[in-house]
Structure formats: structure tokens, C-alpha cells
């Protein structure tokens, strides 16, 4: 990580996000996924469906630097920065993300981080990812700056989710709601 900062110097944006939404659909869908999939659907593949459409949309987050070039990645590989239980972090990657559905992506997300775990992941399990997704709001933090994963050249940290008092703006006028809120950081 210390090599990364001489390798590239980075800076790091913060944003608030209302995930309200996400949350409430989540809570309503989980019970009937669970027993459809065989599998429980986190906030993590949501959070990668929703990095994946963001790279198509801005593919120089997808890529990497050689040099004096810059190189943008036709595949779209996920790394998910995923805790060991040594407390420890490792990115196992999805691969070629953006053609999986979410049920894909879901099942890809708890099979690396369940191989991660019981120490199943192989060597190939970490390689060849173009951008990463950290989820600081695991350890209860509310925001991170995270250090990019070289080569690439940003990485995305979600925060903990927290039901807050904020202002909703709508064509009736303002009001004060309790939202469910998330801070992310983009290193760039």
C-alpha cells in the first residue's frame, strides 16, 4: 500500500448517498432471493452492479497507467476487498462482472468472500481486476480514504449505513425525513 502512494499520487473525493431505497427494496426481496438463489444478497453486489454501470458510463476508471499511457480495459474484473480472519485484507475479483445479472454477481461475491474466509481462494482468485470496492462500513466506519490497488487507478470505499434526519427537497416544497444514509470515497 505504501508502494502505491509513490506509484501514483491520489486524492480522495467523499459523497452522501440516500440508499433509502436500496434498503427498503433489499429488506423486501431478501426473505424470497435467499430461498429462489440459495444464496443471501448483500449490499455488496448492489453496490458492484452499480460501480459496473459508472465504468461503462466513465471507462477511464477502468484502466490502468504503463508508464505514459493510459490503458482502458475492455473487461470490467470487480476486485472486492474482502476481510481474512486474521483480520487482514485480500481482493479476490469477479470477472468480467458486467456480464453477469445480479444473481451472478451475488453468487460471485459469496463464493470469493466464503473462499477467502476458509482460505480457499487460489493465486488466479486475485489477479486481473480493474477496479475495487471496499466496504469500510463492515468495521463500523462511516467513510475511509482507501489506497488503489495497482495498477488501477481508483478504488471505491462504501460506508456504514445510518438512518439520519436530512432535508428532502421535492416540487411541494422541503421537509425533514429519516433517510437511510451512506457516505462513499472515490481514490483517484
Known amino acids: 500500500m505504501v508502494e502505491s502512494k509513490h506509484t501514483s499520487a491520489h486524492v480522495t473525493s467523499f459523497?452522501?448517498?440516500?440508499v433509502t431505497n436500496l434498503v427498503l427494496w433489499r429488506d423486501k426481496i431478501k426473505k424470497e432471493f435467499e430461498k429462489r438463489?440459495?444464496?443471501k444478497i448483500t449490499f455488496t453486489p448492489l453496490f458492484i452492479e452499480a460501480v459496473i454501470k459508472c465504468l461503462k458510463k466513465y471507462p477511464w476508471l477502468n484502466?490502468?497507467?504503463?508508464?505514459?499511457?493510459?490503458i482502458i480495459k475492455k473487461d470490467i474484473n470487480i476486485g472486492m476487498a474482502t476481510a481474512l480472519p486474521n483480520g487482514n485484507?485480500?481482493?479476490?475479483?469477479?470477472?468480467?462482472?458486467?456480464?453477469?445479472?445480479?444473481?451472478?454477481?451475488?453468487?460471485?461475491?459469496?463464493?470469493?468472500?466464503?473462499?477467502?474466509?476458509?482460505?480457499?481462494l487460489k493465486p488466479d482468485d486475485t489477479v486481473g481486476?480493474?477496479?475495487?470496492?471496499?466496504?469500510?462500513?463492515?468495521?463500523?466506519?462511516?467513510m475511509?480514504?482507501?489506497?488503489?490497488?495497482q495498477p488501477q487507478v481508483a478504488i471505491m470505499a462504501v460506508g456504514a449505513i445510518?438512518?439520519?434526519?436530512?432535508?428532502?427537497?421535492?416540487?411541494?416544497?422541503?421537509?425533514?425525513?429519516?433517510?437511510?444514509?451512506?457516505?462513499?470515497?472515490?481514490?483517484?
Do not use: W
Open 15 to 18: 459523497a452522501e448517498c440516500d
Open 37 to 39: 438463489e440459495n444464496e
Open 63 to 70: 484502466s490502468s497507467v504503463d508508464g505514459d499511457k493510459i
Open 89 to 120: 485484507l485480500i481482493v479476490p475479483v469477479i470477472r468480467n462482472a458486467d456480464q453477469l445479472n445480479l444473481v451472478g454477481i451475488t453468487k460471485q461475491v459469496n463464493g470469493l468472500a466464503n473462499n477467502a474466509r476458509n482460505g480457499k
Open 129 to 142: 481486476g480493474t477496479f475495487t470496492l471496499t466496504n469500510v462500513g463492515s468495521f463500523g466506519s462511516i
Open 144 to 149: 475511509g480514504t482507501p489506497i488503489i490497488n
Open 162 to 188: 445510518k438512518k439520519r434526519p436530512v432535508v428532502i427537497e421535492t416540487p411541494q416544497g422541503d421537509s425533514i425525513a429519516i433517510r437511510h444514509m451512506m457516505y462513499i470515497s472515490l481514490s483517484y
